[in-house]
């Protein structure tokens, strides 16, 4: 029973340290969020978004905001459904008990696959959803996911990135850059999507 109650804690311990990535994620994303004085629908929903990675009293507004997405604007579908998993996997930042944090977890994860499934070519949704995988603990089994979904985005960005958000993907590139296994084909689509930028290449 004691080896039993050490193994989820440290279960518990891991997987607070890899939902609590989700604030770092929330802040890397915000920088691309625009500041009008009238946001649309997503920005509002993303704000809602970044505050309940620190205060659980947001979880369900920001839930309520992605649903009323989804419903209300369906090109959005795909987006709204990846950060509703991830909303749902914060529910387990904010659990106490260990099979609570793991539950929600797995949870969030089914949702984000139903999304990305729903969108495939979405760059914003690729990267909430490989960049969430990539720091799960191995016992997830979703290293290798995120290394496809890093590689797909990489595929997509030459043609599609001037749809999205300039701060966005510029904070995509930097971030697959350093956690991407990429081959040489890659590593030239990244380079040449970092010069369109005026990103400086790697030496």
């Not at 969020?33 to 920001?62: C, E, G, I, M």
């Not at 290798?144 to 958000?165: C, S, V």
């Amino acid at each position: 029973m004691k080896h039993a109650a050490s193994g989820a804690s440290r279960h518990s311990m891991t997987l607070t340290g890899c939902l609590v990535f989700l604030l770092l994620l929330a802040s890397f994303l915000e920088t691309s969020v625009n500041a009008a004085t009238d946001p649309d629908a997503l920005d509002a929903a993303r704000k809602l978004f970044y505050a309940s990675v620190t205060d659980k009293h947001q979880l369900q507004p920001a839930l309520q905001a992605f649903i009323a997405l989804q419903r209300e604007h369906p090109h959005w579908e795909g987006r709204a459904m990846t950060y509703t998993g991830a909303l749902v996997a914060l529910k387990g930042k904010h659990s106490f008990w260990p099979h609570d944090k793991l539950h929600w977890a797995k949870r969030g994860l089914q949702i984000m696959d139903e999304g990305i499934a729903r969108e495939p070519h979405d760059i914003e949704a690729l990267f909430i959803h490989s960049s969430t995988c990539y720091f799960l603990p191995f016992f997830f089994n979703r290293q290798e996911d995120a290394q496809e979904k890093f590689r797909t985005i990489i595929r997509l960005l030459p043609h599609h990135f001037q749809a999205y958000d300039r701060e966005l993907i510029r904070n995509v590139v930097l971030f697959i850059e350093g956690k991407a296994h990429l081959d040489g084909d890659a590593h030239l689509r990244l380079e040449q999507i970092k010069r369109q930028l005026g990103l400086a290449s790697t030496p």
